[in-house]
């Protein structure tokens, strides 16, 4: 079975202060791992993706995540937060061609 | 390269009546699947498609949500009739596998229901 947990419902930073998400999953294969972030009433963007190769994934806008097997842990980082990084993230899992969500974190950047 | 597209972007139906998505995918994507997004939560897959054969129907409420992809290219998500509990923005992905097997989804804009 896969699943995934993303342990924060909600973060808030302040502008240029370091922002953490944190995801966990679980999967009966080795999966590939994705960040998608979803601005309000825009599409699904991809931030990153780990498919088995280097265990620091760097994505766009500075953001970037590392798979951790031993902690089935795919947290994402970004050193400065920015006020346009105010969205929500998505952490997906995806085992053998589907794709399955987290709940997602709503991230909010303070002026 | 073109991105998935769905149309319609917006409707607002009353319940009980029905009511169709349509999208195409990106050129050549043999994976086709269907995601409700509720408001707050994040998207549920519905429907997998590869090519025009049904890869996972299991989460599909087939009483009332009905899918096809007949030619294995662009794809028709329907409901009838509509509840007010299927309010939500419904999304199209593609998908295709790269050289080393890797596959990654690309998402449409989707189309967001309201019931009322």
């Known amino acids: 079975a896969q699943s995934v947990t993303q342990l924060d419902s909600h973060v808030s930073v302040s502008e240029g202060t370091p922002v953490l998400l944190r995801c966990n999953y679980s999967s009966s294969y080795s999966p590939s791992l994705f960040w998608y972030v979803q601005h309000p009433n825009k599409g699904l963007q991809l931030l990153l993706k780990?498919?088995?190769?280097?265990?620091l994934v760097k994505g766009i806008n500075g953001f970037e995540a590392e798979f951790k097997k031993s902690e089935t842990s795919f947290h994402l980082t970004k050193p400065s937060a920015h006020m346009s990084d105010a969205a929500e993230y998505f952490c997906v899992v995806s085992p053998l061609a589907q794709f399955y969500f987290g709940t997602g974190t709503s991230l909010t950047v303070i002026p | 390269e073109a991105g998935v597209a769905q149309s319609p972007r917006y409707k607002i139906i009353e319940k009980r009546q029905s009511v169709a998505f349509w999208c195409n995918p990106i050129?050549?994507?043999?994976?086709l699947y269907w995601y409700q997004q509720i408001l707050g939560q994040g998207p549920k897959l519905l429907i997998q498609f590869q090519n025009n054969g049904v890869v996972d129907d299991s989460q599909l409420p087939k009483d009332r949500f009905s899918a096809e992809r007949l030619k294995g290219v662009d794809s028709t998500l329907k409901i009838q009739p509509a509840k007010l509990e299927d309010s939500a923005v419904y999304l199209c992905a593609s998908s295709s596998r790269d050289v080393r097997g890797n596959t990654e989804a690309f998402f449409g804009q989707g189309t967001r229901l309201t019931v009322v």
């Open positions: 780990y498919t088995s190769a280097a265990t």
């Open positions: 050129s050549g994507h043999a994976t």
